[in-house]
């Protein structure tokens, strides 16, 4: 009791300290949706918080879109239907929800659209937060945010769109997805600096839209994307993630992927050789590392798993991981680390391309004395492993040769498993590589 006395009569206190209200006081405008309408809600200003009830439809068969509120910072509440299906014309396309700078949309229901599920094209710093069961569904862009920045997308439902993009947005996007994001062109399209934190489905498919131009899973051109252990990133018909050119090529981009991303070629960074058949141009090329970590499933389904062009680009492959397809570093010093003693496991028996520059390629969980036979060949390289016999692993254009932490040159292998002169005695006189050979010989 007496306890109860005393929390009571802290609460009170700084009510009691506090200053009497302040002279300006801001109504925000509060619109409530009920049942059914048909004629739209249309609404010029900004500061709006609209809500649409469980149950309630909110559609136009005007040509106006079925919420239409281009002001700044307004909030829309979905639990019921936004519908821009409706058009009477047979002709309009309208939107779902058409809105200005800083909209807060929480999706709880479902919101269709013959045109954009959610128009904020050139608008700033979207809040979309699109709840577990609730849908955004699209003929055209499901969402579209081209050119605007800061956008944050939360993601448990579906976001689909059939014959353009899932979510299209700008610079500086932050999007976790636990449900489904899919799109007959890219999934997701973003610029600069993205997070992509993903556990659900992000996947391209080919229906509906203009697939003589195949699309990606995720195009973008910098930032982080973690595929989490049941996140799938996809493409029925071109990459998964598709890096175009970035405008800061001295800041990396990254990748870690537990989970399964799967394209043609899986990974693919522009590097600006063939015309874009939609510009008739030429892309400039992204020549920016990228850092891409594999715990799970990278798959380049008829091209390379990775092609990472230009840059100082690293490829981790993890324990337990895989890589099909193989890999093409590409220009400039790059490296690629193996983690798990079973090379085959992981690369199996694709190319492996460090391309130009000096390229390292380092077996991380083998130690020298695994290395069984190395063959060169121009810039090929066909190494059989101890733990592996029946083996060879295919590689190119690499200049260092790792095994557990020490780089070998081509050179200083060669002389490691060049056959042994006679008498063995002279071998003391190179102690370092002649233990070696002396176990390679004991060995065989
Ligand atoms: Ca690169
Ligand atoms: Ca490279
Ligand atoms: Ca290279
Ligand atoms: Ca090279």
Redesign the pocket.
């Known amino acids: 009791m007496k306890r109860l006395l005393l929390v009571t009569t802290l609460g009170v206190l700084p009510l009691s300290a506090m200053p009497s209200f302040a002279a300006c006081v801001s109504v925000v405008s509060t619109v409530t949706c009920t049942g059914t309408t048909t004629t739209g809600y249309l609404n010029a200003t900004g500061g709006l918080s609209v809500t649409v009830e469980s149950g309630a439809s909110v559609s136009t068969t005007g040509t106006k879109d079925a919420i239409r509120i281009r002001g700044d910072n307004n909030t829309v509440v979905n639990n019921g239907t936004i519908d821009g299906t409706f058009a009477a014309d047979g002709i309009t396309a309208n939107d779902g929800v058409d809105a200005g700078n800083g909209l807060t949309l929480t999706n709880n229901g479902t919101i269709l659209a013959t045109n954009k599920g959610v128009d904020v094209e050139k608008k700033n710093d979207l809040t979309l937060t699109n709840s577990a069961g609730a849908t955004i569904h699209a003929h055209d862009k499901a969402i579209r945010n081209k050119d605007g920045n800061s956008a944050w997308l939360w993601n448990e439902g579906l976001i689909e769109s059939d014959t353009d993009e899932g979510f299209e947005t700008g610079n500086g996007a932050e999007i976790t997805n636990m449900g489904t994001i899919r799109a007959s062109d890219d999934a997701i399209q973003v610029g600069e600096d993205a997070s992509i934190l993903n556990s659900g489905l992000i996947e391209s498919v080919t229906r509906g839209g203009d697939e003589a131009d195949p699309q990606d899973g995720i195009d973008i051109d910098s930032g982080t994307i973690i595929n989490y252990a049941t996140g799938t990133i996809r493409s029925d018909d071109d990459a998964a993630i598709d890096?175009d050119a970035t405008l800061d090529p001295s800041k990396a981009?990254y990748i870690t992927n537990h989970g399964t991303i799967s394209g043609t070629t899986d990974v693919l960074?522009e590097k600006g050789e063939h015309v874009d058949p939609e510009t008739g141009e030429l892309p400039a090329a992204?020549?920016?590392?990228?850092i891409v970590e594999n715990w799970g499933l990278i798959e380049g389904r008829s091209g390379f798993g990775v092609d990472?062009?230009?840059?100082?680009?690293e490829l981790l492959l993890r324990k337990g991981s895989q890589l099909k397809g193989g890999a093409d570093?590409?220009?400039?010093d790059?490296s690629l680390s193996i983690f798990d003693a079973l090379v085959k496991s992981v690369v199996g028996e694709d190319l492996l391309d460090g391309g130009e520059g000096t390229d390292t390629i380092t077996f991380a969980a083998l130690d020298f004395s695994q290395l069984l036979a190395a063959t060169f060949e121009g810039g090929l390289a066909f190494f059989t492993f101890a733990n592996d016999p029946g083996y060879t692993v295919w590689l190119a254009n690499w200049e260092s040769y790792g095994f557990g932490k020490t780089i070998y040159s081509q050179a200083q292998i060669e002389q490691a498993l060049a056959p042994v002169p006679l008498p063995a005695a002279g071998l003391l006189m190179i102690p370092a590589l002649g233990a070696l050979v002396a176990l390679r010989r004991r060995r065989g």
């Open positions: 890096y981009s960074v992204n020549t920016a590392a990228q990472l062009g230009a840059g100082n680009d570093l590409g220009k400039d790059d």
